[in-house]
Each structure stands twice: as structure tokens, then as C-alpha cells.
């Protein structure tokens, strides 16, 4: 990943400006949809041949809009954050059902991964009720438009925060 950048603020937004990275990125979603799928009660099977080109390039376009400068705008113009970046990923992976099943975790999984990936990891509570676990409140609100993108993107900034015990973090 060689042109990969980030802005001068340490939680600016991912560039991902060259076809090797977005190609890298696009085929580690495939690997975490197959794995969350080997895992979970899932009620499909990885897809093969044309379903499988179809998903990665969804995928592919996807992290296209999130990561790459479109028409002169870099996403540094576009989001005001990693973590709004994060947010709009997994809103577009999520409601444009990229898969025939496990959207709202590849989503979710996949774009905490990218936040970490940037040391910015997000400790939310984790509670195996679903009532009390705020992952799965944060995925459910997000497809069903609860809250808005903006307040989504907030909690996760609160989450990081939080995980680091250090408020100057941001």
C-alpha cells in the first residue's frame, strides 16, 4: 500500500488511491464475509464463480467511494473522519445486501477492522443480551435508520476514546 495516506490529524480519513490497495482491501472483505459465515449461523454458502465476481465487485465499488479520490475529491474532503468514513462503509455494504446473507456482520466486523487498522480500535459493551450490546444496536440502527450516520459515527468516536482511557487521544 504504498500511496496509502492519511490527512495530518491522526483520525482523518483513509486514501486509498492505488488499485493494488483496493484490491487488497476488497478481497480481505470476501475472506471476513467467508469466515464470519464458517462461524455463524449462516444460511448460505460462500458464493462461487459469477456470484462471487458479482459480490467483489459491489464490494470493490463500495470501498471505491469510501477510500478513493472521486472526480478530484478525496475522502479527506468527503468525511470529516476515519470515523464517519467507517460508518458510511458499513452503511453501503450493509443496505446494499452484498451478500445473500451475514451483511450486518461482515459490515460491522469489517469496519471496526478498518479502525483498528488505524489504531483507532472502539471498545463498546459487548453484552451477550442483544438489548444491552451497543454493537448490536449501532448495526440495527444503522440499517434501520434510527439514528443518523452523524450520531453513529459520534458513538463510535466515543468508543475509541473510551478504549484508550486517554481523552487527549482525539
Known sequence: MATTQRGAHPLAPLVLDDAGSLE????????????????????????????????????????????????????????????????YVAEHMVKDQIFEDCNKRTSLVFALSVLRL??????????????????????????????SCADLAEELLRGCVAGTGDPSHV
Open 24 to 87: 487488497a482491501m476488497a478481497a480481505a472483505v470476501m475472506r471476513l464475509h467467508s469466515t464470519l459465515m464458517s462461524v455463524g449461523r449462516c444460511y448460505t454458502t460462500d458464493a462461487t464463480g459469477d456470484r462471487a465476481a458479482l459480490e467483489l465487485g459491489r464490494i470493490e465499488s463500495v470501498l471505491a467511494g469510501a477510500f478513493c479520490t472521486i472526480f478530484g475529491q478525496s475522502p479527506t474532503d468527503r468525511f470529516a473522519d476515519i470515523f464517519d468514513q467507517a460508518t
Open 118 to 147: 488505524v489504531s483507532s480500535p472502539v471498545v463498546l459493551s459487548d453484552s451477550p443480551e442483544a438489548k444491552d450490546n451497543q454493537y448490536y444496536a449501532w448495526i440495527q440502527d444503522l440499517v434501520s435508520g434510527n439514528r
